[in-house]
């Protein structure tokens, strides 16, 4: 009888979490304290704020926590899909940023990760075509940072 190989499993996608909140004293207090308490821990965060209201984007290692969280408390939230990649050293963000360029991507937005497992520096990325930078970091010898990278 043949041996059957099962096919490995497609490592999860960074989700990143845009939270719309008014921009008052307090709310963004109220949506960290709120994730602290469930024990979901923001790993990468960056607020964008207007005279009326704030948008907090955010990766955490508890997506399904976050998500149900968010969704309890009546949080405006979407959910979209975000390029996760070490870098090290000074000169590596712009080999990052070569690399999506030598591969014509358009860069979104970046922002720094707060915190990384193994204390490694790292960037979420909003690009316009995920798996073609995906491809084009591994080929410059980026790691590529996936959900199971980030859970603890």
């Not at 960074?14 to 949506?31: A, D």
Request: charged share 25%.
């Amino acid at each position: 009888m043949p041996t059957v190989t099962e096919r490995a499993r497609e490592p999860e996608p960074l989700s990143q979490f845009s939270v719309f909140i008014p921009n008052r004293l307090g709310r963004l207090h109220e949506v960290t304290c709120r994730l602290a308490e469930r024990q979901v821990h923001i790993l990468a965060l960056t607020v964008l704020d207007t005279t009326d209201s704030t948008i907090l984007r955010f990766l955490v290692d508890d997506p399904d926590g976050a998500r149900s969280l968010l969704g309890e408390h009546g949080f405006p939230f979407s959910e979209t899909r975000v390029l996760g990649v070490e870098v090290e050293g000074e000169g590596s963000l712009k080999d990052v940023l070569h690399a999506l360029l030598e591969a014509e991507l358009n860069v979104h937005y970046t922002y720094p990760f707060l915190t990384r497992p193994g204390g490694r520096s790292a960037l979420v990325i909003s690009i316009e075509d995920q798996e073609v930078a995906e491809d084009a970091l591994r080929r410059h010898q980026f790691t590529v940072l996936y959900q199971g990278d980030l859970s603890r």
